[in-house]
């Protein structure tokens, strides 16, 4: 090889290295973004709500952020004012046309809940877990959050609760046993999911279920049945347990603020309850120092 040759080599080896470190350079955010963000938060709601969307744009540094919402409309306005949130509408024909459908048949076929898994599995399968939030629950900063992703890093299935069904016989104390339609063999098991986080291999396990079956089942028995069947970890933290239930009516009044301690809450139907919680306890801080 002659002395020009392999000045021409050189040179090309050296914009061969500037060119990948320029791309690097400019894309470094985002490849720290895609490593910090594994973790996914997503609210289910019937239609955007200020409040919440406010709340939301705290998380935007730990976790990637979705709205799906359940009621057909024009949310540009919103949506714009809100770039760094992912609001997510789909409609019930997709999700009819792939057996998306069922999650809560109390209200209607199609909810935010299976437009959300819908999306979480065929159009979005990236996170390895996927913390999902109903509207009604009382989050009064991202930290507790952010306490259990650290405690319970490769937990499937972080829940309030678990009751397991060993004999398939109705029981008065939860009204659906009997709409499990024999989809899946005992034992069966059930708890609220209105704010539950779960694995990349729950989903799958849910997905595979809509093909064999052609629909979902009741949300608040298929999550906990498939994974009891599959041997995943499920993990019941105290932060959940303690203050999310299914009967009781939470309001300012029976909620004391704490600085040191902030349990999650649900329900709390009344969204503006949720900013004048938060407040009480950002007024108390300050008055503490």
């Known amino acids: ?22 791309i690097y350079y400019n894309n470094i955010d985002k490849f720290d973004n895609v490593l910090k963000n594994k973790t996914a938060f997503c609210l289910l709601t019937r239609k955007p709500n200020i409040i919440w969307l406010n709340f939301l744009n705290t998380f935007l540094d730990d976790y990637d952020v979705y709205v799906v919402i359940d009621e057909p409309g024009d949310y540009s306005d919103i949506i714009n004012k809100n770039s760094k949130i992912n609001l997510i509408q789909i409609s019930d024909e997709v999700c009819l046309e792939n057996g998306y459908y069922n999650s809560d048949y109390m209200f209607k076929p199609v909810v935010s809940t299976d437009r959300a898994y819908y999306y979480f599995n065929k159009i979005n399968n990236n996170y390895s877990h996927i913390w999902f939030c109903e509207d009604d629950v009382l989050l009064n900063n991202k930290d507790m959050l952010i306490s259990i992703d650290k405690k319970y890093k490769n937990i499937d299935f ?51 279920f809509v093909i064999k079956h052609g629909k979902l089942n009741y949300k608040e028995f298929l999550f906990h049945t498939l994974a009891l ?53 950002i007024n108390q801080t300050k008055i503490s120092k």
């Open 229 to 281: 069947h599959n041997n995943m970890n499920i993990e019941i933290p105290v932060e959940l347990k303690e203050s999310i239930k299914f009967l009781n009516v939470w309001t300012p009044s029976n909620i004391t603020p704490n600085i040191t301690y902030n349990p999650i809450y649900h329900p709390v139907k009344d969204i503006n309850y949720h900013e004048y919680i938060r407040q009480n306890i």
């Open 158 to 208: 972080i829940v309030p609760g678990m009751e397991i069904n060993t004999k398939g016989t109705s029981d008065k104390r939860w009204m659906h046993w009997n709409k499990t339609e024999n989809f899946l063999p005992l034992p069966w098991a059930h708890w609220i999911i209105c704010l539950c986080r779960i694995s990349k291999n729950l989903m799958k396990k849910v997905d595979e």
């Open 1 to 22: 090889m002659n002395r020009s040759n392999s000045f021409i080599i050189l040179i090309l080896y050296i914009l061969i290295i500037l060119i990948v470190y320029i």
